[in-house]
């Protein structure tokens, strides 16, 4: 699994940034779960997420 910060609101022009890969789902959850209570919130422009390892980062193109 990897714990992916992603733009707070779904903007086209934010690119998904990489925090950790290779991590299992149990600390995974804990980690994204402490990343989210001191470093997001409502108003916070990022917010983490825990994801598989399959997934593809955004990056935004013009």
Do not use: A, P
């Amino acid at each position: 699994m990897k714990i992916i910060c992603v733009d707070n609101f779904n903007k086209e022009t934010v690119d998904d940034v990489l925090v950790c890969e290779s991590i299992n789902k149990y600390h995974g959850e804990k980690i994204v779960e402490f990343l989210n209570e001191k470093f997001s919130g409502l108003d916070s422009l990022k917010c983490y997420r825990l994801v598989d390892d399959d997934y593809e980062l955004f990056k935004f193109e013009i």
